[in-house]
């Protein structure tokens, strides 16, 4: 069973159907960069392991090439997101952190 750490003991409602894909990310910080793999990606937000955990309720940033096959298009999609960590938790000694995707814009 993974450990679970939450913003203000929140349980932020999961509507969105999540998506498992493994793709490279570089997360801005309040503290710096981190670079992170995706675990899970949906509308609202998604779920990635890293070395560091940001803070819970820190603002991150990250642009994120969305593959073509997934975005139904003929070229990736690249998306620049603003959003903030929800909630941290670890799996088979992997930590990962959870992030609420607060705004978007797609990149030309």
């Known amino acids: ?7 203000n003991g929140e349980n932020p409602v999961r509507t969105a ?11 801005q910080t309040p503290e710096g960069e981190l670079h992170a793999v ?3 990606i949906s509308a609202n937000g ?8 940001p803070e819970i309720n820190s603002r991150i940033e990250f642009t ?3 593959p073509s096959a997934i975005m139904g298009s003929d070229t990736d999609v690249t998306i620049h997101c603003i ?13 990962m952190a959870a992030a609420m995707i607060d705004e978007y814009f797609l990149k030309a």
């Open 83 to 95: 959003g903030r960590i929800v909630r941290h938790c670890s799996r088979e000694g992997q930590k």
């Open 46 to 53: 998604l779920l990635f392991t890293c070395d560091v955990q």
């Open 1 to 7: 069973m993974p450990q679970v750490q939450k913003a």
């Open 38 to 40: 995706t675990e899970n």
């Open 64 to 66: 994120i090439a969305m």
């Open 17 to 27: 159907v999540r998506f498992p894909m493994k793709l490279p990310l570089t997360i």
